[in-house]
């Protein structure tokens, strides 16, 4: 019987006699059996072909296919005419053939739900899951098999599988570590932690999760309170954010930051809480450095403007200093009995002079004459000056590298900071203490410029300071390079010797380091570049030693002062030495006086006409050029101040030259920031008289430069 739909059931199926009730009981009649029977197949054939899953028909005996549906047809890819009567073995895959037995023998043995593989018409190979039953029909066994295409299932469990190899390989690479945490009643208890803290942190996970104490006993104990403190805030606000200290595996802490978010369900309620670790040690590290670096900067900005404030004051000074020092010591020398009062003022500009040179000192404005040298050598020369100085009370010693590199300084500069630094540990080490003097070679790296913003790597020369004294506290350190800055007694000093350590350091290309401890004494160390190095360099070999050149004094040239003592600064009581006055037939000369300052301005030009001079006097560049141009005879020299107002006496010098070759020119100052000194070095071919000045010294800075060669 075909159907109107035109499908035609098998005849094993028609031919099974109906045995179902009939209405009330009574038999229907052969209409209404045909009727039902039609029914029946409508229903069936809808559901055989509606089916989502793939159904066969399968003769046990045979093991061929009698009947199939159309989602079968779709999977194997067969007409259902080419499917009926197929053998099974045909539907394995040939990597199942050496066996046949996947599909067909799970078929033939009817074993309820399992998997297969089945092949396709193209040779395709599809996952199937099989559900086989067998159904007893006369004559004929049937097993009737679904079969659901596990194509799109296999694909998600592949791509699934993927996704979490992909997610473990994002976590062993991750810098951060993630973590769930279950909602008890008495708090969160961590369930899962990714597999990459054993790298991070030294711990493995299944350690981890076996101990509920785990994370409380890893918070740095000042930290506990704040980061415990999370757990309530993410259950109240659904996040949380905290950084504490936790304990590494090492014993170390490393800083850690933790994000925390509450998961909910549909309804609000709270499910757990995920998480994430992030050491942070590096960053806060870096941080630290940052803030140092920035105090540093801010202390260095600070010693700078200490530093321009004490060369300004030093510059007025310095005038004020060589009118009352040089008409001091023109009063002593002109009277038979000087009062004793004379002489109590001259000593008093002479303390004055001193403390001016340290202030000079101090803010990098000193006149310097660098040259090669050894300082072991200068340690060698001063070493009986500082057993005398220490005393008897103090043990000095000496640690000298044998093969000391060669640094380029001052020498007299290089004495006063080994007096100074020796004076100031003798006075705060006490009876039966320690001294040690030290030279090194060193090579201090980028590193260093976090003590140091101005530092620049390279090869330095050490020279070390080291006592068994009381040592400073951090507050005392932190201040311990600032000008008229002293914990000594009133009197006892002026709070410049490390002031002009520093000062002269720097102004050598140097560095000074403070390394001190209340009760554990102090050391200081300056660090001088190596003679010729530059920079940086990979040389470690010696550096040849150039010839010294030829050095000519052009003006006074201050000693190398005492340092701070009890006392102050030590002076000596004497009487002025006459000026050196040129013979009467050399004595013609006209000279041309320009300062600004006009206690200055009179007493040079009252020395110059006292011993022969002609003086012309002007103040500014405008009376120079006028006084010049007024003169109808010749000026044989230019004694001009550095710092004038207007155009100073580098622009006065350059523009009378031009209009009187031959002239002279003689600079006078106080102040070494300028423009003839770059960095306390004169210019080369320029005659430089420093202030004060006393009248020798002007009478002799000026025969010496109008009896040098002309240019």
């Not at 473990?168 to 708090?187: A, K, N, W, Y």
């Not at 309170?225 to 504490?244: C, F, I, M, P, W």
């Not at 978010?261 to 590290?285: C, F, M, N, Y």
């Amino acid at each position: 019987m075909v159907s109107s739909s035109g499908y035609e059931p098998p005849a094993h199926i028609m031919s099974t006699p109906y045995r179902g009730p009939g209405i009330g009981g009574a038999q229907p009649d052969s209409e209404e059996i045909k009727r039902r029977l039609e029914q029946a197949e409508l229903s069936f054939k809808a559901l055989f072909d509606n089916s989502n899953d793939a159904i066969l028909l399968v003769n046990r005996t045979t093991m061929k296919v009698v009947d199939a549906n159309l989602r079968a047809s779709q999977v194997l890819g067969y007409d259902r005419a080419e499917l009926v009567q197929l053998a099974v073995e045909q539907l394995t895959p040939p990597t199942d053939a050496s066996t046949g037995r996947s599909l067909g023998e799970g078929l033939r043995l009817a074993v309820g739900d399992f998997t297969a593989r089945v092949a396709t018409k193209r040779r395709a190979v599809v996952d199937v899951a099989v559900t086989a039953w067998t159904v007893d029909l006369p004559g004929l066994p049937v097993v009737f098999a679904l079969l659901r295409d596990l194509t799109r299932q296999k694909q998600f469990e592949r791509e699934l599988m993927l996704s979490a190899r992909r997610m473990r390989q994002l976590f062993d690479v991750s810098p951060t570590m993630t973590h769930v945490l279950d909602i008890l009643e008495d708090g969160l208890r961590l369930s899962w932690i990714s597999e990459n803290v054993k790298r991070i942190l030294g711990y493995t996970p299944e350690e981890i999760l076996a101990d509920p104490t785990w994370w409380h006993r890893g918070i740095h104990p000042d930290d506990q309170a704040h980061a415990l403190q999370t757990n309530d805030e993410v259950l109240s606000k659904g996040a949380a954010r905290v950084e504490y200290r936790f304990r590494h595996s090492d014993g170390s802490y490393h800083w850690t930051q933790e994000e925390l978010r509450l998961v909910t369900d549909d309804d609000g309620t709270p499910v757990e809480v995920v998480g994430s670790w992030a050491d942070i040690t590096d960053k806060k590290t870096a941080e630290a450095a940052f803030i140092e670096g920035e105090r540093r900067l801010r202390e260095s900005q600070r010693m700078e403007a200490i530093a321009n404030l004490a060369g300004g004051i030093a510059h007025d000074f310095n005038n004020l200093l060589t009118t009352i020092s040089g008409y001091a010591n023109l009063l002593l020398e002109e009277s038979d009995h000087p009062e004793p009062d004379l002489e109590e003022i001259r000593t008093a500009a002479e303390r004055g002079a001193e403390l001016v040179r340290q202030l000079l000192a101090f803010s990098r404005r000193q006149t310097v004459r660098p040259e090669p040298i050894d300082l072991n050598e200068v340690i060698v020369r001063l070493e009986r000056v500082l057993g005398r100085m220490i005393g008897v009370d103090i043990t000095l010693h000496t640690v000298l590298e044998p093969d000391l590199w060669l640094t380029e300084a001052d020498s007299a500069q290089i004495e006063q900071i080994v007096l100074n630094l020796a004076s100031n540990s003798r006075d705060a080490t006490g009876e039966g203490g320690h001294i040690t003097l030290g030279t090194a070679n060193v090579y201090l790296g980028p590193h260093y410029r976090q003590l140091d913003p101005e530092f620049r790597p390279g090869r330095y020369v050490s020279l070390s300071v080291t006592d068994t004294g009381r040592g400073m506290p951090p507050e005392v350190r932190k201040r311990a390079f600032e000008p008229f800055f002293t914990t000594k007694p009133q009197g006892k000093g002026t709070g410049l010797g490390l002031s002009t350590v520093y000062g002269m350091a720097k102004q050598s290309g140097g560095h000074v380091i403070v390394d001190s401890a209340e009760g554990a004494g102090t050391r200081v160390e300056v660090f001088l570049p190596r003679f010729g190095s530059g920079t940086e360099t990979d040389d470690d070999s010696p550096l040849p030693i150039p010839a010294t050149p030829d050095r000519t004094e052009t003006g006074a040239r201050g000693e190398a002062t005492a340092p701070e003592t009890s006392g102050g600064t030590a002076t000596g009581r004497h009487r002025a030495t006459p000026p050196h006055r040129p013979s009467d037939d050399s004595n013609h000369e006209t000279l041309l006086v320009v300062e600004d300052e006009p206690s200055v301005r009179r007493y040079a030009s009252h020395i110059l006409r006292g011993i022969g001079y002609t003086v012309l006097e002007a103040g500014c560049a405008e009376e120079a050029f006028a006084a010049a141009d007024g003169h109808e005879g010749v000026i044989s020299l230019l004694l001009t101040d550095v710092v004038l107002p207007g155009p100073g006496g580098r622009a006065v010098a350059d523009s009378l030259v031009q209009s009187r070759p031959g002239l002279r020119v003689l600079y006078m100052s106080g102040y070494a920031k300028d423009s003839i000194v770059h960095d306390g070095r004169v210019e080369p071919g320029i005659s430089l008289l420093p202030k004060p000045f006393s009248a020798t010294a002007l009478a002799s800075a000026v025969r010496e430069a109008l009896d040098s060669p002309r240019g």
